[in-house]
Structure formats: C-alpha cells, structure tokens
C-alpha cells in the first residue's frame, strides 16, 4: 500500500463582519444622548440649589419618613398577604370566599382612592371604639402616617396574597407528605418546609413590590404624609425652585431603589438553597466531627 | 393484639370511584408483605390509607393496636387532632415513589428533622445517629449535600435513612424504585434487602418480581380494588391459581 497524498488544500483567511449598521445606530444614539445632556446643562437649571437641598434638613426627613413608610406598609403587606393567601386555600368555603373578596375590593380600585378614604374617614366614622370599649376621635387616629399605612399595606397585601399563593402552589405536594410522614402537623410543615421552599418562588416578586412601593409612597404626599415628595414640594413653595427640587427628589429615589436592589439579591440568594446557585461552605460546617 | 398493622373490611372511594373494596391485612411484627398487581388497582392508595394521608370510607385500620386516625368510644369512632395523627404516623415510616426529599435540606438535614423537631431528641445525638444511617444506606460522605446533586436511587436510599432515623416499627414502600433508572433500581433493592433481613416489618407497593421472591414471606395480588389473591411468593409468583395473576406474572417474567 502506498502511502496517500492529499493536495493541499487552499488556505481562506475568514474576515468577520464590521457591522457598519450597528455601529451607525449605537453612534446615533449617543448622539441623542449627548443632546439631552447638553440641553439640562444649559437649561435653566440652578445646579447649586440640586447641590444645596440635596442633604437639607427637611428633605432628609422626607427620606427618611419614605424608607419608614415603605418597610412598615410592605410589613403589613406581607403578614396580610400570607393570611389571605392561607385563607384561600383553606377547605372553609367562608374564609376562602372572605379571601377572594378582599382581593378583589382593595385590588380593584386605585391606591389612590383608597388613600383619600382611609384620610378621611372620620367623615362617615367620627368616633371609632374597639367593639364598644376605648372610644376614640378618628381625627386623633388617622394621622397622614397612619392612613398611608393603612392605604398602602392593605392594597399590599391584597397583591402579596396571589404571590405567596403561587409560591406554595409550586412546591410539590409530596414534601407535605413526606414532612407528614415523618411525624409533622400540617402547620408545622407548612412553617418548616413548605415556605421555606416557597420564599425561592415569592421572594423576587416581593422584592419587586418593595421596588414599587418606595415609589407608591409619593402618593401619600396628597394625603400630608411627610415622604421626599412633599418635603421636596413644601422647599419648593417657598423657594420657588421646582426643576431643581424634583431633581433632588429623583436622586433620592433612585438611591434608596438602589439600595434595597442589593439587598434583594442578598436575600434571593440566601433563599435559592439546595437550586444550584449557592455558597458551599455553610453546608459543610453542620457536619459534627465523626469519631 | 400482636399485630403491627391490620386492616379491617377497608374501603375508599375517589367520587363515584370504589378504589378499595373490603380490603383485609395483617401484618405481624418482623414480616415483609409485597403488594403486586396492576396500575389503577388501588395498591398505592392502600398504602396511603394506612399512613393517613388518604381518608377512608369505611372499616378502619390499626397501628400497634390503636385504630388509625380516631379515638374509640363505644361503638362510635371520633377523629383525632392532626397533632395526635402526627404522633400515629411516627411509628410509621413511608417512602414514595418520588423520594420527596426536603430540597431546601442538606442530606443530613434531611435525616434529623423528624428526630430533632418533632422527636426534641438532642442534636449531637441525632446528628451522630444520621451518619451511622448514612454509612448503613452506602452513602457515608454525602452529608453536605443537596438532593438535587443525588442520583434517583442515593436520594432514595436517603429517603430511607430518614425513615429509619425515627425508629419506627413498621416501614411503607410505594413503588420504591418505578422512578429509578434500572441501572439504579439494584442500590435501594439491596438496602431493602438488608432491611428485611434486620427485621424490619415492611409492607412494599412494587414491581420488582425478583425482589418479592427473594424477599416476601407473603405476597397480595390486588386487582380493581380486591385482594384476589393471597400467599407465599412461591403460590402466587411460581404457580399462580388464579387466571389474572397467571397472566400478570406471565407478562412481567
């Protein structure tokens, strides 16, 4: 057998494509980037006042009372939300109905509106009373604050309800078996093994309903709940600085949106155990020495 | 009563679906019973009736002599709490066709919970306890892990340490190893072989022929709901009476 001679084959250099089209479009943008930029800078702007406000007294207030308000109506929202959530999928027609109704009234109609009725409230009810005991005037109570909790955290929960649902829905009803098996109560395996696999599935919503609700809480301004708005807003009437102060309020924002968006992803990752994506060590540490 | 389970004229329906029909069972302590028979034949509900995650309609099922899920007063029978069903079930161990492992739960993790949360035994204890299981079941090492890094048959074969781990006196196995790859079925087989030979009173839900034959002191045949036959491996699997278990083992050898 003689040995094979292959020809030796052409040798291609292979150009990669410039993609001129993209290129045209991305500068283009820039472009129009850049022209927004240009136009706030020459606008009528007084960059000084942005940088004055920007730590002022009443503004830092105003973030701070926006940061309040946002854990406390998520708090409210989350506890009502997981009530609801069991009651829904309780055997009881009752609660279950009382459940769905609850939903549907405080999702159904804007926050807004719901706001406005919590204010005001004491128009219908003067006087409230724990069934009869410790009367009080509903003026005294409904403060700005506690009618933007209960606005916010009510309509809150009427949403974190259907997400915490979905969340126990998408654990397989074999682990309620299993923890059933080995000696749980219903409760106790719901608590100890249900939710916890639940939150991986109900803890990204959440975080962005919290992301929502830092910006729902501007409507509490109409209410004279005392959040970056209404702050913003009192400096402006005075001042008469209005693009600059909405600017201020808009950096806040975005700031504290910033903030809880690490925190989310923390916290996703805390609940994303035993799915892959999760640090190995802590695992190992339980293991007790073996003799 | 020196019965560990027994059923009584059992019977259950799924709407106007009669699943079990007069079923009766004793199992002493020590026995290995296999249930064979069909898809649809209500083996896996037996089961399920005798841990109490399925209700019954009619007859009833005891534990160690207590009847399962109701206190006896007279001729009535009122239901238990769910905390004293909880506490029934303890002496009862499952393992399901789809391991059901605690995923947010390392393996050890897996295997304490029940002693630990709802046995209040002491942790260093229990925890020593689960290695020991683990080394029994093969799988020494995999403390740490997660079941989504097990095969199908190292996740059953935790399934079944977790079982053990709550010293129960009798074990149910539904189609242990129908979810496994056959490569895998002979792992968990061998674990539950060994579990027979230990003593273990085991009521298995299976297909696996072989594993009745070499195992079973007795064997049940059920078909549509009804117990159609009843005896050692050797009457039923060798040298079967009955028409429709002769065709069903003649088609599964």
């Not at chain 1, 969340?167 to 098996?181: N, P, R």
């Given at each position: 057998?003689?040995?094979?001679?292959?020809?030796?084959?052409?040798?291609?250099?292979?150009?990669?494509?410039?993609?001129?089209?993209?290129?045209?479009?991305?500068?283009?943008?820039?472009?129009?980037?850049?022209?927004?930029?240009?136009?706030?800078?020459?606008?009528?702007?007084?960059?000084?006042?942005?940088?004055?406000?920007?730590?002022?007294?009443?503004?830092?207030?105003?973030?701070?009372?926006?940061?309040?308000?946002?854990?406390?109506?998520?708090?409210l929202g989350?506890v009502l939300g997981n009530l609801a959530a069991m009651m829904r999928m309780s055997e009881n027609p009752v609660l279950r109905w009382l459940s769905i109704g609850y939903i549907w009234l405080f999702r159904g109609t804007?926050?807004?509106?719901?706001?406005?009725?919590?204010?005001?409230?004491?128009?219908?009810?003067?006087?409230?009373?724990?069934?009869?005991?410790?009367?009080?005037?509903?003026?005294?109570?409904?403060?700005?604050?506690?009618?933007?909790?209960?606005?916010?955290g009510i309509q809150?929960g009427a949403y974190t309800a259907e997400?915490v649902r979905?969340?126990?829905?998408?654990?397989?009803?074999?682990?309620?078996?299993?923890?059933?098996?080995?000696?749980?109560?219903?409760?106790?395996?719901?608590?100890?093994?249900?939710?916890?696999?639940?939150?991986?599935?109900?803890?990204?919503?959440?975080?962005?309903?919290?992301?929502?609700?830092?910006?729902?809480?501007?409507?509490?301004?109409?209410?004279?709940?005392?959040?970056?708005?209404?702050?913003?807003?009192?400096?402006?009437?005075?001042?008469?600085?209005?693009?600059?102060?909405?600017?201020?309020?808009?950096?806040?924002?975005?700031?504290?949106?910033?903030?809880?968006?690490?925190?989310?992803?923390?916290?996703?990752?805390?609940?994303?155990?035993?799915?892959?994506?999760?640090?190995?060590?802590?695992?190992?540490?339980?293991?007790?020495?073996?003799? | 009563?020196?019965?560990?389970?027994?059923?009584?004229?059992?019977?259950?329906?799924?709407?106007?679906?009669?699943?079990?029909?007069?079923?009766?069972?004793?199992?002493?302590?020590?026995?290995?019973?296999?249930?064979?028979?069909?898809?649809?034949?209500?083996?896996?509900?037996?089961?399920?009736?005798?841990?109490?995650?399925?209700?019954?309609?009619?007859?009833?099922?005891?534990?160690?002599?207590?009847?399962?899920?109701?206190?006896?007063?007279?001729?009535?029978?009122?239901?238990?709490?769910?905390?004293?069903?909880?506490?029934?079930?303890?002496?009862?161990?499952?393992?399901?066709?789809?391991?059901?492992?605690?995923?947010?739960?390392?393996?050890?993790?897996?295997?304490?919970?029940?002693?630990?949360?709802?046995?209040?035994?002491?942790?260093?204890?229990?925890?020593?306890?689960?290695?020991?299981?683990?080394?029994?079941?093969?799988?020494?090492?995999?403390?740490?892990?997660?079941?989504?890094?097990?095969?199908?048959?190292?996740?059953?074969?935790?399934?079944?340490?977790?079982?053990?781990?709550?010293?129960?006196?009798?074990?149910?196995?539904?189609?242990?190893?129908?979810?496994?790859?056959?490569?895998?079925?002979?792992?968990?087989?061998?674990?539950?072989?060994?579990?027979?030979?230990?003593?273990?009173?085991?009521?298995?839900?299976?297909?696996?022929?072989?594993?009745?034959?070499?195992?079973?002191?007795?064997?049940?045949?059920?078909?549509?709901?009804?117990?159609?036959?009843?005896?050692?491996?050797?009457?039923?699997?060798?040298?079967?009476?009955?028409?429709?278990?002769?065709?069903?083992?003649?088609?599964?050898?």
């Amino acid at each position: 057998m003689s040995e094979v001679i292959h020809a030796q084959p052409p040798a291609y250099k292979i150009i990669h494509s410039k993609k001129y089209d993209q290129k045209l479009l991305a500068l283009m943008v820039l472009c129009i980037l850049a022209f927004i930029v240009h136009a706030f800078i020459n606008g009528q702007i007084e960059w000084k006042y942005v940088k004055e406000n920007l730590f002022a007294r009443q503004v830092m207030n105003g973030v701070e009372n926006t940061i309040i308000m946002t854990l406390c109506s998520m708090v409210l929202g989350i506890v009502l939300g997981n009530l609801a959530a069991m009651m829904r999928m309780s055997e009881n027609p009752v609660l279950r109905w009382l459940s769905i109704g609850y939903i549907w009234l405080f999702r159904g109609t804007p926050v807004l509106l719901q706001l406005l009725l919590w204010f005001n409230l004491a128009l219908i009810f003067p006087v409230i009373s724990l069934f009869g005991f410790f009367p009080m005037r509903t003026v005294d109570v409904m403060t700005p604050f506690m009618a933007a909790l209960l606005g916010l955290g009510i309509q809150q929960g009427a949403y974190t309800a259907e997400i915490v649902r979905a969340g126990i829905l998408s654990i397989d009803k074999g682990q309620m078996e299993a923890a059933q098996s080995i000696g749980m109560t219903r409760l106790k395996a719901t608590f100890k093994i249900i939710l916890p696999q639940a939150m991986r599935v109900i803890v990204p919503p959440i975080g962005n309903e919290t992301i929502g609700m830092i910006k729902t809480t501007a409507l509490a301004s109409i209410i004279q709940f005392s959040e970056v708005l209404k702050n913003v807003e009192d400096v402006y009437y005075v001042n008469s600085r209005v693009i600059e102060l909405l600017i201020v309020a808009a950096i806040w924002y975005l700031a504290i949106v910033t903030v809880f968006s690490v925190v989310q992803m923390y916290v996703e990752r805390h609940f994303s155990k035993g799915w892959g994506r999760r640090v190995r060590a802590k695992a190992d540490t339980i293991v007790p020495e073996a003799a | 009563m020196d019965h560990i389970i027994s059923a009584i004229h059992v019977e259950k329906y799924f709407g106007a679906h009669h699943v079990l029909k007069d079923i009766n069972l004793e199992v002493s302590p020590g026995e290995v019973v296999c249930i064979i028979g069909p898809s649809g034949s209500g083996k896996s509900t037996f089961l399920r009736c005798i841990n109490q995650l399925e209700t019954i309609e009619g007859g009833y099922v005891t534990i160690n002599g207590e009847i399962a899920g109701y206190k006896q007063r007279g001729h009535l029978l009122y239901p238990l709490s769910d905390k004293e069903v909880a506490k029934q079930r303890q002496s009862v161990g499952m393992i399901f066709q789809r391991f059901n492992l605690f995923a947010h739960r390392t393996v050890l993790q897996n295997i304490t919970e029940g002693p630990i949360s709802v046995q209040k035994r002491p942790a260093k204890a229990c925890q020593d306890e689960a290695l020991v299981l683990l080394e029994r079941v093969g799988l020494a090492g995999k403390a740490a892990a997660y079941p989504n890094e097990l095969s199908g048959g190292q996740q059953q074969r935790v399934a079944i340490a977790r079982s053990l781990a709550m010293h129960p006196k009798a074990m149910l196995f539904d189609e242990p190893t129908s979810a496994l790859d056959p490569e895998l079925i002979g792992e968990v087989l061998a674990v539950m072989k060994e579990l027979a030979l230990s003593g273990m009173t085991m009521i298995v839900v299976t297909h696996e022929i072989g594993f009745c034959r070499e195992v079973a002191d007795r064997v049940l045949f059920m078909d549509a709901g009804a117990i159609i036959a009843e005896g050692t491996a050797e009457e039923i699997l060798q040298n079967p009476q009955n028409p429709r278990v002769k065709n069903f083992v003649s088609a599964v050898l």
